[in-house]
């Protein structure tokens, strides 16, 4: 699929079917979650795959959004800032969040590409999944992300206007500066 596909098809999904997604698909997805950015070079995220029911169960539970148990794959998406801090002080924590979001968008990519479906969780109880995984307490959960064929088609997504977004030189100036100093209108609006 062309880029601009994918993009067009990425959609939270919350309700699967009971196919379960190959291991291989997944860790492919994985493998592009690592072509990310990352501050310096650095790659401080591991992928914790969960398969099995009953902990599914559990990361429902944990995350109070039930639908969660529906999927048959989970891939927790962790991170370690120690590295990062050590170099970037405390900047690094925060170079650690952004390079995280962009591993999870070409994750959630990639799962579109391959034909699955996913949902980027980012509220659950940390302390109950880092117990019951065994996952260090120094460890970031950064998302959950369930996985599997979708139940239904998704819904047009909201798409906010690209004019609602963007600002010129300064905040609240919504307008870009002329290229050339004469003509018809010294300030035209950049969508119009």
């Given at each position: ?21 190959s ?7 994985i ?103 065994e ?58």
């Amino acid at each position: 699929m062309d880029l601009d596909t994918v993009i067009e098809k990425r959609s939270s999904i919350r309700t699967f079917t009971s196919k379960t997604p190959s291991w291989k698909l997944v860790l492919e997805a994985i493998d592009t979650a690592n072509q990310a950015p990352f501050a310096g070079n650095h790659n401080n995220l591991k992928f914790l795959i969960i398969e099995n029911g009953e902990a599914i169960k559990k990361l429902a539970k944990f995350s109070n959004q039930h639908w969660i148990a529906e999927a048959s794959t989970i891939v927790l998406v962790l991170s370690d800032d120690t590295h990062l801090e050590n170099i970037y002080g405390t900047r690094g924590r925060v170079y650690s969040r952004q390079q995280a979001g962009a591993a999870i968008e070409n994750f959630l990519l990639k799962i579109i590409d391959l034909g699955l479906s996913a949902c980027w969780v980012g509220a659950y109880t940390d302390e109950l999944i880092k117990e019951i995984f065994e996952i260090p307490q120094h460890i970031q959960i950064e998302a959950l992300i369930p996985i599997g064929y979708a139940k239904e088609k998704p819904a047009k997504k909201r798409k906010k206007e690209l004019k609602n977004s963007i600002y010129w030189e300064k905040w609240g100036n919504d307008k870009k500066a002329p290229i050339l100093k004469e003509g018809p209108d010294p300030n035209p609006s950049a969508f119009e």
